[in-house]
């Protein structure tokens, strides 16, 4: 049996409430390295914009060979509530397996784990990590090369490109990943350099929901934060992981699975005019997955079908439109998911998001002016038939 949390719920359980991905933000990070110009013309559609070009980020592609190692410091040893072979089963696992059927097995995160708590050289009181919200670059990167010079007697980092650092619970620490590090930059251990870093923590129920791993490997690929990073609010919910976390169902949008090269332009229609079309949902195999309707050379409405379970007084199927602009930051709204429907009571934020067959307003979606309209006109096993129409 899993170690026991502070909620009462066993490690290795998913929380029973969806929420926002709690992940402290990185102040004073250098810039990229190198500025890549990214693919000419990735985008579908002809919008603007770069993909993951490899310039500071983890292709999605082939095999992510991480190391996870377990800290603790004098201040706030190792109590012997969870050990790391727990807490390693408790966030690798699952996460390996979202990763595995999120690629449809193009991508594999393979973790080897440390065995024993690494006793930090400081004191956990000396990182300037507090209880709010932020922390310096400074003050994550010595945690981290701290962490691995520690752990580096007990663990052989060569041939790891990545680590994660579990410390011990009670400890304050960032919920976050760091850049990418350039050449030279990294983190040397064994003669060898580990160049993505992400922390992790393992206070509470939420720490230990393993989709927060997800998300700051998410991060290691290149994904933005889909929520709101200023104002704690969402901006997509439930429907992709670099939103909120918490879902066994670690969904992406096609948009997120675009970015990472998980779909390609073939998989988006564009629609100048109208179009009816059966969409499949994004992670079901084969079918036509989402449309796409240009506004400005960055910026587009794009429409997805989704096929989750419902759960908790939530719809988790139908049609899902929102738009995409190119030129937003990561948790300034890249992403934006548009309601059929307010959510129950209960139900997470952009609960009732998608759009169903029927003869109401669910139905129907109509932007501003008229412009954009779409009708999901019915459904057939996993696929729904969409009617999209545009104005000029």
Known sequence: MGASTSSGQSAGQAPTTVQAHREEGIVG?????????????????????????????????????????????????????????????????RSAEAFRRLSSGRFELSVTPATVWARMPEPNSSYGFGDDNGSTYEDFYAYIRDAVAAADPYFDFSGYSAVFVVPAPGSKAPFASGPGEANGEGFMADGHEVTYS?????????????????????????????????????????????????????????????????????????????????????????????????????????????????????????????????????????????????????????????FIPGDDSESVYRAGGGKFTLRVAGQKGDGFRVLVKTKR
């Open 29 to 93: 990070r250098p810039p990229p390295p190198v500025r890549g110009r990214g693919r000419t013309g990735a985008l579908p559609c002809g919008l603007e914009g770069a993909l993951n070009d490899g310039y500071r980020y983890r292709r999605a592609s082939g095999t992510l060979r991480a190391a996870m190692i377990f800290v603790d410091f004098s201040d706030v040893p190792a109590d012997g509530s969870l050990t790391p072979a727990q807490l390693y089963e408790n966030f690798v696992p």
């Open 198 to 354: 992400a922390a992790l923590r393992a206070n509470d129920e939420y720490d230990l929901d393993f989709t927060g791993l997800v998300h700051e490997t998410g991060h290691m690929l290149g994904l933005p934060d889909l929520y709101d990073t200023e104002n704690q609010g969402s901006f997509v919910g439930v429907w992709d992981v670099m939103d909120q976390t918490g879902s066994a169902d670690t969904p992406m949008t096609a948009w997120s699975h675009l970015l990472v090269g998980w779909l390609g332009k073939s998989d988006f229609r564009c629609v100048t005019r109208s179009a009816t079309k059966t969409l499949t949902p994004v992670d079901r195999p084969g079918g036509l997955k989402a449309m796409l309707v240009k506004t400005s050379s960055t910026s587009a409405y794009v429409v997805e079908a989704r096929s989750e379970s419902d759960r908790d007084g939530c719809r988790r199927d139908g049609v899902l439109v929102y738009r995409v602009r190119t030129t937003r930051a990561s948790g300034e709204g890249p992403v934006r998911v548009l309601d059929a429907a307010d959510p129950p009571d209960g139900c997470y934020e952009h609960g009732n998001a998608t």
